[in-house]
């Protein structure tokens, strides 16, 4: 069993940034993939950012390309979330997830084997 635990939430101005940590417990968090993922008021969770095993390899929805980054830190068993460039629109709550299977497939949230709680962002115009 993983425990998943996002920190770093909280109210920025447009234009911002903001950096979120995902602490995950156990000693296999660096064989799984992770993915961030958020879902804002009245609408569906949406993917957000992947990462590999090694985090040699990352993925972002078209919105946050060149705005986000995603990271780990492997020896820290956390994964980062950096976050650019703030809109409105990124208002949500973020959550971290695990993949056990390392399947390839950041996008779909059925992916995922474990989640973490979220914590809220929001960014104000």
């Known amino acids: 069993q993983v425990q998943l635990v996002e920190s770093g939430g909280g109210l920025v101005q447009a234009g911002g940034s903001m950096r979120l940590s995902c602490a995950a417990s156990g000693r296999t968090f660096s064989t799984y993939a992770m993915g961030w993922f958020r879902q804002a008021p009245g609408k569906e969770r949406e993917f957000v950012a992947g990462?590999?095993?090694?985090?040699?390899?990352?993925y972002y929805v078209d919105s946050v390309k060149g705005r986000f980054t995603i990271s780990r830190d492997n020896a820290k068993n956390t994964v980062y979330l950096q976050m650019n460039s703030l809109k409105p629109e990124d208002t949500a709550v973020y959550y971290c997830a695990a993949d056990r299977q390392n399947s390839g497939t950041y996008y779909y949230a059925l992916t995922y084997d474990y989640w973490g709680q979220g914590t809220q962002v929001t960014v104000s115009s």
């Open positions: 990462i590999n095993w090694s985090g040699s390899s990352t």
